[in-house]
């Protein structure tokens, strides 16, 4: 009942659509709607209404611009074949065609939408329209193939055109009353230049949208092609005031304005439009407002307000002129008025150039323009929410109350008792995924530390060695694992550790082709992050971090790594720019200032940097990613690295990560990173909270920030706060945000060959000062902390539908078989997990006995050596040993038990697999048992007996 009341809470939480309020408000609504459908998908994912949780999760991240997160939660929805839901399968089949849309990915959004129109007898009238307004509007402005000559273009652009009216009509009859598909109409009757069909439809949009900025600026463009400006002003002025942030509107008024010589007022204007619009939103208008600026500086101060006036009033005035009845009467009011309004002459020849004309609102906008749909809400969007889900109705309550078989675990709790509990209670009814926190409970939200730090800029544990000895000892292991981080220097020399091997010359001569991923950036301060997607003054600092990915080779990026540096020298010498931004000699003059005996000083940048700086601003790529697992090729590095000690080597009997028993990139495996001076390592914690290894090959250095592992609930909150998704987002923290919160940050310079040990959760971040390359690695201690951390985050990446990097459960089987354990804490944790996976399997395969008997054959297919764990190709959880197989696009594909009955509830279409037989898995969970290491007075005594 409690994922009911859950339910039912959440549904009244979420803000309506079209209830007028702004994204920015409801926010933290929707975050909390977002959390609670996550823990009623958590307790139970069997739940009766799973498929409408999928839904409005789908729709709240598609509300908040996540297309990623809302396809997958539609396509769950729609691939639940045993669950109720407020859409039909049509309806949401339309969402995801939109979704696709929002994306880009134009041709998966025509065939959906063509494949659903076949289904006629399916899909209601309404839907039909709906579907047809898409399709038509996709026909428009999607891209053309043929680029062969400028004939051939416009020919094929004339034809898409009249293909899309064809189906924008053929919706308007399926739908009369939908005024936005009056407006697609009218947009490519004007893109025909049919200006009297395109207005008499805008003017029928108009009868049945309530205030839409997008109809009003269309409205606009075509009384300016009638060369009535003072129409087309006040339609402008309409649409402003009806969006102030509409650029193609702004956009269009300048225009007006520069055609009719009012130089200044275009300026305002063309300034409104680019407003929070990143610099390559419209680089034409970007040059044209530099060139009115140039113009206007020419021209005397005195003598601009000498001028004539020109033939419309001012900016300033346009917007007190009374506003015309269409814009505040309601529907019916402007039903009325329209037909009283002076109508629209007939067509002329226009004054506007074609060039202007080109870059007004009639040009082809892409998907994610606002011309497209940003105030236009499909009505669609808006779910039908089933009303008894709001009452106490009988119909739609659960059939059975399902009772789990309850264990109390303990450790001596053997195999046949758990098997003996499990057959008196078995049940015909799939079993529940199982927890594997020892409490069982949901994961918590991360808390907030009680006793916060009254030091905001802590010293950074570190520690100098200085011989082979004190590199080796356990005080070094036990220093590092006591520590958030920790940087140790002189291991390299202490140890003899050729760092050449990785460098940028060695890599190039030994695999100059080896692949490795490129993101592009911009240089900037270390403690900036400015949006560069707004070119407002002054720029401001935000959270996200942007970076676009591309890939290369060794050989290649190393010349680009070259080349930087005798750029950069170069305009150190002979063009001086703002040294906080531009100049590796300025950054490190920055890093060395905040340096005080290894303490940093809270600094803040508070200089506004306007608009003109931003093209002096570098654009930096670094490589990242660089993969050194193969030991074919990198059989010199690889082997150079096993001289650290044991608790940093990549391989270990000691290190968790070893036992996984395949290569996980990155985690278990040597990367490699190339970088030029600003190249930044977002903030991120490591995959299931394991510890981590980086050493600096140099020549320059790095510079770090951290935050121990119990402040991670405040940054995960401010991320919230930012609008960046703190496990798969890419983000750069503020400092002067994370200080505000009273969250220490260490920050440290890390020189070549110094290795920096980061300890289980710490959230960290890196800049490089100069040019150096960096290689690292994760590590698992064989401790309580560790262990206990990794399966909360298995956890919690759960509750939040995020993979775990790490198979925690097949990590825990190959642990138990591999290693005896002597820390009982532990040992009693591992047998635990052990315990819950075993019980599911036995669940499982007693479900599937009782409920198909010999309809599902349950085949043996042995692992394979190297062979990686399996995770569920619809919710990623990870599935052990028991294997439900699926063929999707002629692969075959891993499903987990919910998922494969979801898919097929009969499971006809499905082949179950088992890697272990319950006697192994039986055999491996009575035998691991608490090593306890002899004591010292056991063994004396032991020796005087003989």
């Excluded at 007693?846 to 050596?865: A, C, H, I, N, P």
């Excluded at 294997?883 to 696009?889: A, P, R, S, V």
Aim: charged fraction near 20%.
């Amino acid at each position: 009942m409690r994922r009911q009341i859950l339910y039912k809470t959440v549904i009244k939480l979420i803000p309506e659509e079209g209830s007028g309020k702004k994204l920015n408000e409801d926010y933290r609504i929707y975050k909390n709607a977002i959390r609670a459908y996550q823990q009623v998908l958590y307790v139970d994912s069997q739940f009766l209404r799973r498929s409408d949780v999928h839904l409005r999760l789908g729709l709240i991240y598609k509300k908040l611009g996540d297309y990623s997160s809302s396809l997958k939660h539609f396509q769950r929805a729609l691939g639940d074949s045993t669950s109720t839901c407020s859409l039909t399968r049509s309806e949401l089949s339309y969402l995801i065609g939109f979704v696709y849309e929002q994306q880009g990915h134009l041709t998966e959004a025509e065939n959906l939408y063509e494949k659903l129109l076949q289904q006629q007898d399916v899909i209601s009238t309404k839907l039909e329209g709906k579907i047809l307004r898409q399709l038509g509007w996709l026909y428009f402005y999607a891209p053309l193939t043929n680029n062969s000559n400028t004939d051939n273009l416009n020919l094929e652009r004339e034809n898409q055109i009249k293909k899309a009216i064809n189906t924008l009509e053929q919706a308007c009859k399926c739908d009369p009353t939908c005024g936005i598909t009056y407006y697609y109409l009218g947009r490519c009757y004007a893109a025909l230049r049919k200006h009297t069909e395109a207005f008499y439809t805008y003017r029928n949009c108009v009868d049945k949208l309530d205030q839409n900025a997008d109809v009003w600026c269309s409205i606009g463009v075509l009384y300016q092609h009638q060369n009535q400006t003072m129409d087309a002003l006040q339609a402008f002025v309409c649409a402003i005031q009806i969006d102030n942030k509409h650029a193609i509107a702004w956009m269009d008024l300048g225009i007006l304005y520069e055609t009719s010589g009012q130089a200044q007022d275009a300026l305002f204007c063309y300034k409104k439009a680019i407003l929070d619009k990143d610099e390559s939103w419209n680089p034409e208008l970007i040059n044209r407002i530099n060139q009115l600026q140039s113009c206007l500086a020419q021209i005397p101060e005195g003598a601009i307000g000498k001028q004539p006036r020109g033939p419309l009033p001012k900016v300033e005035e346009a917007f007190t002129l009374p506003i015309p009845s269409e814009l505040t009467a309601k529907q019916q009011q402007m039903a009325t008025a329209s037909s009283t309004t002076t109508s629209l002459p007939t067509p002329s020849s226009t004054t506007v150039s074609n060039q202007q004309y080109s870059s007004s609102s009639e040009t082809i906008p892409p998907p994610s323009s606002s011309i497209l749909i940003s105030n236009i809400k499909p009505s669609i969007d808006v779910v039908r929410i089933d009303k008894r889900l709001l009452t106490n109705d009988q119909s739609i309550r659960p059939k059975r109350i399902k009772i789990e078989p309850t264990l109390s675990f303990t450790s001596n709790t053997s195999s046949n008792d758990l098997q003996k509990i499990i057959k008196h209670s078995s049940s015909p009814l799939p079993p529940l995924p199982v927890s594997y926190l020892p409490d069982g409970h949901i994961p918590k939200s991360p808390q907030i530390p009680k006793n916060a730090s009254l030091d905001l800029n802590p010293a950074t544990p570190s520690v100098i060695l200085e011989t082979r000895r004190e590199a080796t000892s356990t005080q070094l292991q036990q220093y590092c694992f006591s520590q958030p981080i920790c940087i140790v220097r002189g291991l390299a020399n202490v140890l003899k550790l050729d760092l050449g091997l990785f460098s940028t010359k060695t890599l190039v001569e030994s695999q100059p082709d080896h692949q490795i991923e490129v993101r592009t950036q911009r240089q900037q301060a270390i403690d900036e992050n400015f949006d560069f997607t707004s070119m407002t003054t002054p720029l401001k600092n935000v959270w996200k971090y942007q970076t676009t990915r591309s890939y290369t080779t060794i050989a290649k990026y190393a010349q680009y790594q070259a080349y930087s540096y005798h750029d950069m020298v170069k305009d150190e010498l002979n063009e001086p720019i703002l040294p906080s931004i531009n100049t590796n000699s300025g950054l490190m003059t920055n890093s060395t200032m905040l340096m005080t005996n290894g303490a940093s000083k809270k600094t803040t940048n508070k200089t506004p940097t306007n608009n003109s700086s931003i093209s002096s601003i570098r654009i930096i790529k670094s490589g990242t990613n660089v993969d050194l697992s193969d030991e074919r090729k990198w059989a010199a590095q690889l082997s150079e690295l096993t001289k650290l000690p044991l608790f940093m080597r990549v391989v270990s009997a000691g290190n968790l990560l070893s036992h996984v028993g395949y290569t996980i990139l990155g985690m278990n495996s040597v990367q490699l990173y190339l970088k030029v001076p600003g190249s930044r390592t977002p903030g991120h914690q490591e995959h299931n909270n394991f510890c981590a290894i980086n050493i600096n090959i140099g020549p320059g250095d790095c510079e770090w920030f951290a935050v121990a592992n119990e402040y991670w609930g405040i940054i995960h909150t401010l991320c919230e706060k930012n609008g960046v998704d703190f496990l798969t987002g890419s983000w750069w923290p503020i400092l002067d945000d994370l200080y505000d919160a009273q969250v220490p940050v260490y920050r440290f310079i890390q020189k070549p060959g110094d290795l920096v040990f980061v300890n289980t959760g710490c959230i960290y971040w890196v800049q490089s000062i100069g040019w150096c390359n960096n290689i690292s690695w994760n590590v698992g201690p064989l401790t309580y902390n560790q262990y206990y951390a990794s399966i909360e985050r298995y956890e919690w990446n759960r509750l939040c539908s995020c993979k775990s990097i790490v198979p925690m459960v097949h990590l825990s089987w190959n642990i138990a078989r591999n290693i005896r354990i002597n820390d009982r804490h532990l040992f009693e944790l591992i047998k635990f997990i052990l315990h819950q996976s075993l019980k599911y399997i036995q669940l499982t395969l007693s479900y599937l006995e009782q409920q198909f008997g010999r309809g599902v054959d349950v085949r043996k297919q042995l692992r394979t050596l190297h062979e990686p764990a399996h995770y569920c190709i619809t919710c990623d959880y990870e599935v052990f040993n028991i294997l439900f197989i699926t063929e999707i696009d002629r692969k075959h594909v891993v499903r987990c038990l919910d998922c494969a009955l979801q898919h097929d509830k009969q499971l006809e279409s499905v082949v179950v697999l088992y890697q272990f037989t319950l006697d192994d898995l039986k055999t491996v969970y009575d035998q691991f048992q608490l090593y306890l290491l002899p004591t010292l007075n056991s063994t004396t005594r032991s020796i005087t007996n003989t």
